[in-house]
Every structure is written in C-alpha cells, then in structure tokens.
C-alpha cells in the first residue's frame, strides 16, 4: 500500500486499506507526522480513524532526532486523529524517541499478543495509559535519550514490571538509567533482563534481589573492581536461600578483570552458587 504525505506534515491512509489491511509495516516515517485521512475523505463525528482488520501493525521512525519544526507546529494547531484497532494483535515501535502519536492517541485491544517499543525513557508512561488486561509478550528496548527523573522512571518500570504486570512474559533492555534507590526496583515479573550500561557487582545484585521471576539474564558492562566483602568469603557458606530461582541462563561481561582477578573468579563462584538454577 502507498502512504501519503499530507501539507508535508501528516500521513494519510486511505479508507479501504484502513477496512481491508491485515498486516501494515511503515519505514523511516517522520517522528512528528501525524496519522490523517486519505486526501478529501473526512473523520467520522467522533474524529477516529479506525484500521478495522488490521493484526499486526510496525513502524520504524526516522534515526534523525532533530525536531521537525513544520510538523511541530501542526501538531500544536490541531487535535491528531484517534487511532482505533479493535483487531490488533501485534504492536512494534522502533526508534519511537519523543513525541509518538501511536501511543499518545490510539486504542488497542485489552488483550494482545506482543508489543515491542525500543524508546526513550520518557515515552514508558504512554505505556501505562493504554487499559491492556493481558500481553503474551512484552519486550521494551530503553534507550539513552532525555534524561527521566529518578523517581518517575522508578515508578513507571515498577507498574510494568512489578506486581501489576500485564504480561505473561517480559523483556526489558536498558542503555542507561537514571540513578535511583536500586533497593527500591520492584520488576518481579520481569522474565529477561539485558543492561548495557556499566553496572556495578553490588547494584546487580540488588536488583536479582527484585527479580524473582528472571529466567535470563545479560549484562553487557559488569564493573567488577569492587566487590562487595561478602563474595570474597568462601561460596559454600550458609546464606539465604536465593530468590531469583528461576534463572536458568547468565551472559556477564566484566570490564577489565585483569586488577581483580581472584576476587572477580571468587565473585563467579558465589553467583553459581547462589543462583543454583543456572546449572
């Protein structure tokens, strides 16, 4: 199907492909365009547009971040279309950094199959908008982006990954965080957990310590140099029974070893140990 541009600042869908489309999957779309009719077709009283067939929906948006400054001005002078998808069983947003009118002005389903967002930290409270009962899979790839405020990502991955989780599985991949109180992290839903930022020993184990439903596990930047007094102790001493049982497979790349080498194997031991699933 063919997408229009619209006054250079909106893209326009025709009617019959929003009543006979399944599968739609839109590349390099302007962050800032908003979604409108096709040409002279006008909304409906309730100012929808609905995709009444459409499954699986993806769009990949722009790699530039610049502000679309036309664009920015229409989205300020009117109020975007809402996006209605009774239908919709799978959701991917990729590259959604900033201002997301899929987010911000649609209705899905309560019950989808997968959503995936690779976004900016700011955007998960968009997330938290949208009344889902049930995700088979939800998978959201954080990227660095606009600073989030300590507390507010706190509470936002919280509610998606905590107690009120949705989904019955959960990915979670996170660039960079805001400093917040580790002990504080509630993601005991969470199912897969991959960090590329530079993560201190101390501080992953205070999150595993939140974790219990992690079944696997990638940290792509351990900063191993200071190791917590306990873990130099030998492996085999009593300690608590360890939470995170379900963990069944651990991908741990420590940043520069070589100054700590007995304590970073010492380290090993205690995390075989401890998280006996693993074997």
């Known amino acids: ?82 996006l209605h998808f009774p239908r919709l069983k799978h959701l991917s947003l990729f590259r959604c950094f900033q201002h997301c009118q899929l987010l911000e002005s649609s209705v899905f389903p309560s019950h989808m199959q997968t959503v995936r967002m690779h976004c900016w930290p700011t955007l998960l409270v968009h997330m938290l908008t949208h009344t889902w009962k049930h995700i088979d899979l939800l998978d959201i790839n954080v990227e660095p982006g606009v600073v989030s405020d300590p507390q507010v990502f706190l509470g936002q991955s919280n509610a998606l990954f905590g107690k009120q989780c949705v989904a019955a599985r959960s990915n979670f991949t996170v660039a960079d965080i805001p400093e917040m109180p580790i002990a504080n992290v509630d993601w005991s839903q969470l199912s897969a957990l991959t960090v590329i930022y530079q993560l ?33 102790r030998d492996p085999q001493e009593d300690r608590p029974p360890p939470k995170s049982t379900r963990l069944h497979y651990a991908k741990l790349h420590a940043v520069d070893i070589k100054p700590c080498g007995p304590n970073y194997l010492a380290f090993l031991r205690y995390f075989a140990v401890t998280y006996s699933s693993l074997r």
Not at 214 to 227: A, C, D, G, I, M
Request: proline residues 5%; charged residues 25%; neutral net charge.
């Open 1 to 82: 199907m063919s997408i229009a541009s619209r006054n250079g600042h909106e893209l326009g869908v025709p009617r019959v492909c929003r009543e006979t489309l399944k599968h739609l999957s839109l590349c390099n779309v302007p962050r800032d365009y908003k979604w409108a009719p096709f040409c002279h077709e006008g909304l409906d009283e309730e100012a929808k547009l609905v995709f009444a067939s459409l499954e699986s929906l993806e769009v990949f948006y722009q790699l530039d971040n610049r502000p679309n400054g036309r664009a920015q001005a229409a989205r300020h002078s009117s109020s975007p279309a809402r």
């Open 200 to 232: 201190e020993v101390r501080d992953l184990l205070l999150l595993l310590d939140n974790m219990a439903a992690l079944q696997r596990l990638t940290v792509l930047e351990l900063e191993v140099r200071s190791l917590p007094a306990r873990i130099i």
